[in-house]
């Protein structure tokens, strides 16, 4: 075995998968283009990096096409599903070939031919800065270039291998909240 790498313990594979369905994740489409080929695919491994630069990460598995696009590609988009495109997430986690996933939803193009969905929550454009493989993903870190956000809408959350929505806001009842210790 490699220094430095574990052997994979099948328990705690589980338990962690466990772990994870336990977590509610907005659910976002990634899309990429390569100059040649434009392609989406449904993700819940999104996260922001930074603030300054504004940046996210996206987490994707080396043995998907988007891996192949972003690898080859410059630039990428997130867009935030809302609760009512469980159809558009659906066509693209596999329910419709690549060549057609598209057909799913309002998509349009930026000057630059990147494909994003026209009333998702919200939409993210990235410049990709950094690649990060580990295990089977690369991490691809990309410095945010524009957003487009109406601020309307709920967005669709995906918990316990099912789709879901967000509950109204509770109201402050004045209780401390996270980070005002």
């Keep these: 075995m490699a220094p430095g790498r574990a052997e ?4 705690v594979a589980g338990s962690f998968r466990r772990a994870l369905r336990a977590v509610a994740s907005s659910v976002a489409v990634i899309t990429a283009h390569d100059g040649k080929r434009c392609h989406g695919m449904t993700a819940t491994a999104v996260m922001s990096v930074s603030m300054d630069p504004p940046s ?24 935030f599903l809302d609760e009512g495109h469980q159809a558009v997430s659906v066509a693209f986690s596999g329910g419709l070939p690549p060549e057609t996933r598209f057909a799913a939803g309002r998509w349009t193009e930026d000057g630059e031919g990147l494909r994003y969905l026209e009333d998702a929550c919200s939409v993210i454009f990235c410049d990709k800065v950094s690649a990060v493989p580990f295990g089977t993903h690369t991490l691809f870190i990309g410095q945010v270039s524009g957003t487009r956000s109406d601020g309307d809408g709920s967005p669709l959350l995906y918990f316990n291998a099912s789709y879901c929505s967000a509950l109204p806001p509770i109201q402050d009842s004045g209780a401390t909240r996270h980070g005002d210790n």
């Design 8 to 11: 994979l313990d099948v328990d």
């Design 56 to 79: 996210l990460a996206v987490c994707i598995h080396q043995s998907s096409l988007l891996h192949e696009i972003l690898t080859a590609g410059q630039r990428f988009c997130v867009n």
